[in-house]
């Protein structure tokens, strides 16, 4: 794995840490922080991790689709709890 490839890898990040991130990320480039060369290094770093969130979204999208599917009735009827 290349050095650039291995320092953006953020697979093993969660959602919540990716934002996170990638809050600090975006105020350290729009303060003026960090020095041009860096900058670009931490905005590739960042789309790395916008990527990573959107899948994790579209994961979490498509697993709550499937569990509405499971629990709404093919004949199109809502689900009604039994009343005591």
């Given at each position: 794995m290349a050095?650039?490839?291995k320092k953006n890898d953020v697979?093993?990040?969660?959602?919540?840490q990716a934002i996170k991130e990638l809050t600090?990320?975006?105020e350290k480039?729009?303060?003026g922080e960090i020095p041009?060369?860096?900058?670009l290094q931490q905005y590739e770093r960042g789309m790395a991790l916008i990527q990573h969130?959107?899948?994790t979204l579209e994961k979490?999208?498509?697993?709550?689709?499937?569990i509405s599917k499971q629990e709404k009735p093919e004949d199109g009827s809502q689900k009604t709890e039994p009343r005591a």
């Open positions: 050095k650039n490839e697979s093993n990040l969660s959602f919540e600090s990320i975006v480039i729009e303060q041009l060369e860096n900058s969130c959107r899948t979490a999208e498509k697993r709550i689709e499937k």
